[in-house]
């Protein structure tokens, strides 16, 4: 059994016995969502000062605007009424380690499945121009609503700081 | 301009001039990643008790196991050696509240987009079940490792608690 599991319930106990949010409604009090990268060292509402039930909170690898954050972005926006969405990259990120070609190849060495060409897994080699890109395809995407405000920063891991990019 | 965007650079500026956590690596240090929903009321780290630099962690709307999680799943255990996966759904999650038809109705009311037939946005009608589907999409997937552990919960965000699912 998962050591990490048993502490996840130890500290849930916890964190249980103190709750007083119990009547927080569904929809996002600041009408915002965050795409930000699943780094182990970016803990969003920390670093961005969110409080419980303020904000939607999308993450992947490498805080990308894929097809399946824009599904994020349509529900949450057609559904719970978010207008904004504030892209977080960050530095020393995995995403800037590696070519789909060298992942590929260790997926096939690794696990012995051959991928197809060209399967992407949307690493980059220039950290403030992903986060140019990924406003831009939120702002191009037709499921977006006209109008949303998108923000696009890069957080430090070295110095805990958060800089825009426009 | 953002209020939203105003407040995450004044709340981060306070939160960077406290920062100490500077040197930590880019591997996650419990070889963990969470899978989660995106829902405002889930503050994942805080919510299990996570310290910054321990886990992974992905989350989408529903914080199902779609390909983009894969995707991120993929590059979380091929380069950053993570070996567990812990995906957490809620209660009152939005993902409980609609159809495919109903959304893509909504898209094309509001938006003006017909989407193809098919469109498939992961809602779920039954909780536990989603945690049980997600799991076993993860276990099954020829992209994650053999003997990957993989653990399913629900969080009741009446409570502040999280219970297991199995």
Chains 1, 2 share one sequence.
């Not at 992947?60 to 824009?70: F, H, P």
């Not at 057609?78 to 990259?89: A, Q, S, W, Y």
Request: charged share 25%; net charge negative; proline share 5%.
């Amino acid at each position: 059994m998962s050591s990490v599991r048993d502490d996840f319930l130890t500290a849930n106990a916890e964190f249980a016995s103190k709750f007083e949010d119990g009547s927080l409604p569904l929809p996002p009090a600041r009408h915002a969502l965050v795409l930000a990268c699943m780094d182990a060292r970016l803990h969003v509402e920390k670093v961005l000062g969110i409080k419980n039930g303020a904000c939607h909170c999308v993450r992947n690898a490498g805080g990308r605007a894929s097809d399946d954050a824009l599904r994020s972005i349509v529900i949450s926006q057609r559904l719970l009424g978010t207008k904004e969405v504030h892209i977080v990259h960050h530095t020393d990120c995995g995403m800037l380690t590696f070519t789909n070609e060298q992942l590929a190849a260790r997926i096939k060495a690794d696990l012995g499945v051959e991928l197809p060409p060209g399967r992407d897994f949307l690493p980059f080699p220039d950290l403030d121009q992903s986060v140019r890109d990924d406003i831009a395809t939120v702002r191009g995407s037709p499921l977006v609503a006209p109008g949303t405000q998108v923000y696009g920063y890069v957080y430090e891991v070295e110095t805990g700081r958060i800089r825009e990019v426009k």
